[in-house]
């Protein structure tokens, strides 16, 4: 029974928010020479995986001012990460912020080869990936909780079994999709992160209330694997309601190890994905 407890993106993101003017914060800001531009692609990598159920190992852990994390994503050397009103450029060892820019309230963070996607509150907002400057808005129906790119979609969670795939340029909605899983029937499913896992397009959902997350086919709906972060609700013991996952991002060229963190966590994790029983 599950207990109850609660990509690598392009490098002129990085050097976007690197040369902006900070704004005043609760950590110190340092300055950092801008990032060499790249033309990386945005899609996730691709990886092999035979297993389905895995749990999560606390590799490390860095101390945060329990920010409201809205989204998590490496860029570089950098953590991205979107605190609703603000994106910052942290320094995944320290958590010392390095830059911040004030942008319209959202959750969730997507970088696509259109540019750098946020949702929120009845809209979806295209920044430049360089100057955050707003390139286009569209207006959305749907609550968003969280957000990502399969390398073809953008996909959204609204809090629901739901997911929503929308076009990476226009953010136009494409299809619904529902989790096609009698044990998760009533997932409420929040921040994402998508994948490529045996050339197949998935996406990581947290579970919202839980100490899960579970990894969804966007083909078909179906549950292929799912993750105990019980290790994490230990190493954090969240007091509030609203203490859940709010940042997923993949570490590159390792195997199955992401950076983790939650909303208004005092930590940021470094965790492996170990495969169990």
């Known amino acids: 029974m599950k207990p109850l407890r609660i990509t690598r993106l392009l490098c002129p993101v990085a050097a976007a928010l690197l040369t902006l003017t900070a704004c005043s914060a609760p950590h110190r800001v340092a300055h950092v020479s801008p990032a060499p531009a790249t ?19 606390v590799l490390a852990r860095v101390p945060t001012d329990r920010a409201d994390a809205r989204g998590l994503e490496l860029v570089g050397d950098l953590l991205v990460e979107n605190t609703g009103p603000v994106i910052r450029a942290v320094a995944p060892p320290t958590g010392e912020v390095q830059a911040q820019r004030n942008v319209p309230p959202g959750n969730g963070i997507a970088l696509t080869p259109a540019g750098l996607w946020r949702t929120g509150a009845g809209a979806a907002v295209l920044l430049d990936p360089r100057s955050l400057a707003e390139r286009h808005r569209a207006t959305i129906a749907d609550e968003s909780w969280g957000l990502c790119y399969d390398g073809t979609n953008l996909v959204q969670s609204d809090g629901t079994t739901r997911l929503l795939l929308r076009d990476r340029d226009t953010a136009a909605l494409i299809r619904e999709l529902r989790v096609d899983s009698r ?8 921040e994402l992160h998508c994948v490529i896992v045996d050339d197949r397009a998935q996406v990581w959902a947290a579970v919202t209330g839980t100490d899960w997350m579970i990894r969804v086919d966007l083909a078909t709906g179906a549950v292929v694997a799912d993750a105990d972060l019980t290790a994490i609700t230990i190493a954090e013991l969240p007091t509030g309601r609203d203490q859940v996952i709010g940042g997923i991002a993949a570490v590159p060229d390792t195997a199955g190890e992401l950076w983790l963190t939650g909303r208004h966590y005092h930590h940021r994790y470094r965790i492996g994905l170990q495969p169990r029983p």
């Open 39 to 57: 033309t990386a692609s945005p899609a996730p990598a691709a990886i092999r995986s035979t297993s389905r159920h895995f749990r999560a190992q």
């Open 183 to 190: 044990e998760w029937s009533t997932a409420r499913l929040g």
